[in-house]
C-alpha cells in the first residue's frame, strides 16, 4: 500500500496520486511491526493476522479464547481515539449491524473499549469472495446469476431498511459470496461503517455533518453527491449501479477523479447496457435504468419491490420503460479535456435498431464454475478482505485490459430453471409484435425529372463552396488576426468557454465558516458560524496575463502597473495577472460573460472560504497543520509570484482541486466587509470595502496564509499581490 504523507491516507498499486489532495503518494515501506500481531485483546481474543485495513481500522483475524471459534476484529486507528466523535460513529457501526439480523448481513457480536482506549468492533469471520474478486475474474455474469445475486443483497438491504437503517456505502467490496460455486452458496452484505440509522437510539446518532459527502463516488446516488438528507431510495440508487457492473463488466460512469464522477451521477446519463452487452433483456435493462434515475421518485420504492420488477423483467413480464431525462451540459471538474469524462450530453442514439422480433436468448449454460486456479484470488485461501473504508473511497476499479482473459472461465451462469419459452408473460401486443416482420424505413422518394434534380445538386454545391469559402474567412479574420490568438475560443459556446477557463464544479454544501477565537486568530475572522453554500464553478487557477490580455485587446480598458502598452513582462503568459482593482476584475468578469454566454463573475467571500477548506473545515488548503513548504509564500523564502502551472503551487491545493489558495496572490472577492454574527470585533470605519482573501507572495505571517483570514480594502485598490479568480453559478439542468 501507497501512503499520502500529507492526509495519512493509504492507497493501492499502482495508484500514484492521493485523489484528495494531489500529493504524490509515499513508496511503500517495508511493513512495521504490528503491536496487535499475538496479543490477548481484552482478555478475549487472541490476534492472529492482519486481513484488511480501512480509513478508520484495521481488521484482523482473531480466535475468541475462550470459545475457540474464530471471529474478526475491527480496531480503530489510535489517532482516532482521541476523537469522541469518531468513537461514536465506530461505536454506532456495532449498534447498526446488531439491530440487522438476518442471515445476508454480516453478524456483528461484540462491541469495547479496552483500559489502554484501544476501541474495537468483532464480527463473524467470512471465508468467501468478495464480490468484486469474482467480477475481476468473471468480468461480468450473465443476468439470471446477477438477478440471484441481487435478490440475496435486497433481502439484507430490505431487513436494514425496515429497522430505519441506511447502508450508504453499498459497492461490490462490501458483498462476501460465502461457498462458491456450492449448493450451499450464500451472500453477506457487510461494513455499516457509515450507515446512518433513521431511529431513536439512547445515544448519538447524527454524528455526520449536514452537507458533508460520504461514500464511494462510483455508487453514489446524485442526492448524496450533493450532500442532502438521504433516504432509503440512495441504496437503491447504489444497487443499480452494482446490478449495472455484473451484467456490463463495466460501470455507468467512470472519470479520472472522485469529484468528476460525483458531477456524472448528478448531471449525466448512463450508456444503455445493451450497448455493451447486447444479450441482456431489454425489459431488465429497463429496470435498472430506472433504478438510476437521477429523481429519487423516479426509482423502485423499497429493495424488495427492485428485486421483484429484476424478476419479472428477467422472466419477460410487461415492464414500462424509463422516464425520459435530459441531461444538461456538464463541465469538467478538474483540468482533463471533456472528452476525456467521457460525458454524455444527452440520451444516448443508438444507430442500432433493436428487432422487435428477435427476443434475447435465455439460454443458461450450466452451473457457475470454479477457476480453474488452485489459489484463491483472495490471495489466501479462502479469506475475505475486510477493507471497507469509512469515507469517499478511490479504490481502483479497473478491469483487465480488452484482448487478455482473466482469471477463470467467462460464463458463469445459475442453476436456477428458466422458463422455456422467453416469450412467457408478454401481453397479446407485444406476441403479436414479436411475430410481426421488422418495419423497413425508407427516405421519401422525390418526382421531380432527373434533369432538374441535375441542376439542383449542382447549384447546392456551387453554394457550399461559396459558403464554405465566406466563413473560412470569418473564422481566420476572428481568431488569428483580431484575436491574435490561435486556439481561441470564439462564439457562445458555453461547455468550450467553462474547459477554457478551467472551471472546477463545487458542491453544494455546509461548513464552519470562520474560526473560534484564539490567540492567533484575527478578531474579524470570528467566531466560527455555519454556512450553506449552494453548487458553484470557480476557476481552478487566478486569471493570468494571457487572459487578461485578451479582455484588453477587446476592449481597451487600461492596462494593469508594469505592463507597456498592451503587452505584459515577457515570458510570463502563464502568470497570475496583478495591480487589479476590484473594479478591474468586476470589468473583466463581465466583458467573458458577453463573449461566452455564462454568468461568470467573483466568488462570494463565503464561496471562496468553502473552496479552500472544504467541509472538513481545513486551517489550510491541504490540511490542518502548517508547512512553509506547501506555499508560495515569503515563509517559505519566496520573493516572486510564480506561474499558475508551477510545480511550486501542486501542494497548495484544496480538497476540491483549487490550486494558489495560501499563497502566490491574495484574491478579490464579491463580497463587501461586515462583521460575522455575534462578533465581538470593531467595526472598521472602510466604507463599502471589498473583501479580499488569501495570503500572496509577500506574506512573512503563516497566520496571514489561513483559509479564513481576511483582508478588505476600497474597491479602486490596487496592488501587486493582489489578483482574482472567477465563479460563476453550477449549469441549470
Not at 474495537?120 to 471465508?127: A, K, N, P, T
Not at 450530453?345 to 457457475?368: D, E, I
Amino acid at each position: 500500500m501507497k501512503k499520502c504523507s500529507s492526509c495519512g491516507r493509504e492507497f493501492p498499486e499502482p495508484t500514484t496520486f492521493c485523489p484528495f489532495d494531489g500529493k504524490k503518494l509515499d513508496a511503500p515501506e517495508p511493513a512495521d511491526i504490528d503491536k496487535f500481531l499475538g496479543i490477548v485483546l481484552d482478555g478475549k481474543y487472541c490476534i492472529e493476522s492482519k486481513i484488511g485495513q480501512g480509513g478508520m481500522g484495521n481488521v484482523y483475524k482473531a480466535k475468541h479464547v475462550h470459545m475457540d471459534t474464530m471471529v474478526a476484529v475491527k480496531i480503530l486507528h489510535p489517532h482516532l481515539v482521541s476523537d469522541q466523535t469518531t468513537v461514536e460513529r465506530f461505536r454506532r457501526e456495532a449498534r447498526a449491524a446488531i439491530t440487522v439480523n438476518h442471515p445476508n448481513a454480516i453478524h456483528v457480536m461484540d462491541f469495547g473499549v479496552t483500559g489502554d482506549k484501544t476501541v474495537y468492533l468483532v464480527m463473524e469471520f467470512l471465508e468467501g469472495m468478495s464480490l468484486r474478486k469474482l467480477l475481476e475474474i468473471e468480468k461480468c455474469l450473465t443476468s439470471e446469476k446477477a438477478l440471484w445475486l441481487m435478490k440475496e443483497v435486497c433481502a439484507a438491504v430490505e431487513a436494514a431498511h425496515s429497522k430505519g437503517i441506511i447502508h450508504r456505502d453499498l459497492k461490490p467490496d462490501n458483498i462476501v459470496i460465502l461457498n462458491y460455486n456450492t449448493p450451499s452458496e450464500q451472500i453477506k452484505v457487510l461494513d455499516f461503517s457509515i450507515a446512518k440509522l433513521k431511529v431513536a437510539t439512547d445515544g448519538p446518532v447524527n454524528l455526520t455533518q449536514q452537507g458533508m459527502v460520504v461514500g464511494t463516488p462510483q455508487y453514489m446516488s446524485p442526492e448524496q453527491a450533493e450532500g442532502q438528507e438521504l433516504d432509503i431510495r440512495s441504496d437503491l440508487y447504489s444497487l443499480g449501479v452494482i446490478m449495472y457492473e455484473m451484467l456490463t463488466g463495466d460501470l455507468p460512469f467512470k472519470a479520472t477523479t472522485p469529484m468528476a464522477l460525483i458531477l456524472k451521477h448528478i448531471h449525466a446519463l448512463p450508456r444503455p447496457l445493451r450497448e455493451l452487452k447486447d444479450n441482456i433483456p431489454p425489459a431488465l435493462e429497463a429496470v435498472v435504468l430506472r433504478t438510476l434515475a437521477k429523481k429519487r421518485e423516479d426509482r423502485p420504492q423499497s429493495a424488495q419491490k427492485l428485486a421483484e420488477q429484476l424478476e419479472e423483467a428477467l422472466n419477460q413480464k410487461d415492464i414500462p420503460p424509463p422516464k425520459a431525462e435530459t441531461s444538461p451540459v456538464v463541465v469538467r471538474p478538474t483540468g482533463e479535456p471533456m472528452s476525456a469524462l467521457g460525458v454524455k450530453m444527452g440520451p444516448s442514439k443508438s444507430t442500432q435498431p433493436v428487432s422487435v422480433n428477435q427476443p434475447p436468448s435465455l439460454n443458461p449454460t450450466g452451473p457457475l464454475v470454479k477457476p480453474s486456479d488452485a489459489t484463491n484470488p483472495m490471495g489466501n485461501p479462502g479469506t475475505y478482505d475486510y477493507s471497507g473504508d469509512w469515507s469517499i473511497d478511490s479504490r481502483d476499479t479497473s478491469r483487465p485490459p480488452s484482448g487478455k482473459t482473466p482469471r477463470g472461465p467467462a460464463n458463469p451462469s445459475s442453476n436456477r430453471p428458466q422458463p422455456a419459452n422467453p416469450n412467457n408473460g408478454l401481453s397479446s401486443a407485444a406476441k403479436n409484435a414479436a411475430q410481426a416482420p421488422a418495419p423497413v424505413y425508407r427516405h421519401n422518394e422525390s418526382f421531380e425529372p432527373e434533369q432538374v434534380k441535375s441542376n439542383n445538386r449542382l447549384l447546392v454545391i456551387v453554394g457550399g463552396v461559396v459558403f464554405a469559402l465566406i466563413v473560412g474567412l470569418a473564422v481566420y479574420y476572428f481568431v488569428f488576426y483580431k484575436s491574435d490568438t490561435g486556439n481561441s475560443v470564439t462564439g457562445k459556446d458555453p461547455k468550450a468557454w467553462l474547459e477554457k477557463m478551467e472551471m472546477i464544479a463545487i458542491p453544494t454544501g455546509s461548513y464552519m465558516m470562520g474560526r473560534d477565537p484564539a490567540r492567533d486568530v484575527a478578531e474579524d475572522a470570528t467566531p466560527a458560524h455555519q454556512v450553506k453554500v449552494g453548487g458553484f464553478m470557480l476557476s481552478r487557477h487566478e486569471i493570468t496575463n494571457k487572459q487578461y490580455s485578451d479582455f484588453l485587446k477587446a476592449t481597451n480598458h487600461p492596462s494593469p502597473s508594469g505592463w507597456v502598452g498592451l503587452q505584459y513582462p515577457a515570458n510570463q503568459d502563464d502568470f497570475p495577472v496583478s495591480n487589479i482593482s476590484w473594479d478591474d476584475a468586476v470589468s473583466y468578469c463581465k466583458w467573458v460573460s458577453n463573449q461566452s454566454g455564462i454568468q461568470f463573475r467573483l466568488p462570494t467571500e463565503a464561496e471562496w472560504e468553502y473552496a479552500a477548506r472544504g467541509m472538513d473545515n481545513r486551517i489550510y488548503p491541504w490540511g490542518q497543520d502548517w508547512d512553509p513548504f506547501k506555499t508560495v509564500s515569503s515563509e517559505n523564502s519566496q520573493s516572486n509570484v510564480v506561474a499558475v502551472s508551477s510545480a511550486q503551487l501542486s501542494s497548495d491545493r484544496s480538497p476540491f482541486g483549487i490550486i494558489g489558495m495560501s499563497g502566490n496572490l491574495s484574491e478579490w472577492t464579491s463580497s463587501t466587509y461586515s462583521l460575522y454574527p455575534n462578533s465581538t470585533a470593531k467595526e472598521d470605519p472602510c466604507t463599502d470595502c471589498k473583501i479580499i482573501r488569501g495570503g500572496n507572495f509577500l506574506s512573512k505571517d503563516k497566520n496571514l496564509l489561513t483559509t479564513t483570514n481576511r483582508i478588505w480594502q476600497p474597491n479602486n485598490f490596487k496592488n501587486e499581490r493582489v489578483g482574482f479568480r472567477i465563479a460563476s453559478d453550477m449549469p441549470k439542468e
